[in-house]
């Protein structure tokens, strides 16, 4: 089992910044990727970022390209999303998960973080 449980959600202008948290713990050797997903209100769960513990491969979502920027720390067993001039339409609960590659599909994550609220105003 490996626990995930994201922090750093809240509610901040459009234009802003906001760095979420994503500590994992429990039985994590098995865990290649970390990913990053969202969920709008009325909307699918939808990809963000990904990266790949070993080497530090990342994707993105053409839609957050050049803005969030995912990484990792190994000794913490935390990933981050530092995400940067924010838009009204990036609110949304954002959920961190992980798995055995890096990949864009919820179905390769086999453990999912409770969320983490992110609102963006305009």
């Known amino acids: 089992q490996v626990q995930l449980v994201e922090s750093g959600g809240g509610l901040v202008q459009s234009g802003g910044s906001l760095r979420l948290s994503c500590a994992a713990s429990g039985r994590t050797f098995n865990s290649r990727a970390m990913g990053w997903f969202r969920q709008a209100p009325g909307k699918e769960r939808e990809f963000v970022a990904a990266?790949?513990?070993?080497?530090?491969?990342?994707r993105y979502a053409d839609s957050v390209k050049g803005r969030f920027t995912i990484s990792g720390d190994d000794a913490k067993n935390t990933v981050y999303l530092q995400m940067n001039n924010l838009k009204p339409e990036d609110t949304a609960v954002y959920y961190c998960?992980?798995?055995?590659?890096?990949?864009?599909?919820?179905?390769?994550?086999?453990?999912w973080g409770q969320g983490t609220q992110v609102t963006v105003s305009s």
């Open positions: 990266i790949n513990w070993s080497g530090g491969s990342t």
């Open positions: 998960a992980s798995g055995p590659y890096l990949a864009a599909s919820t179905e390769t994550y086999k453990y």
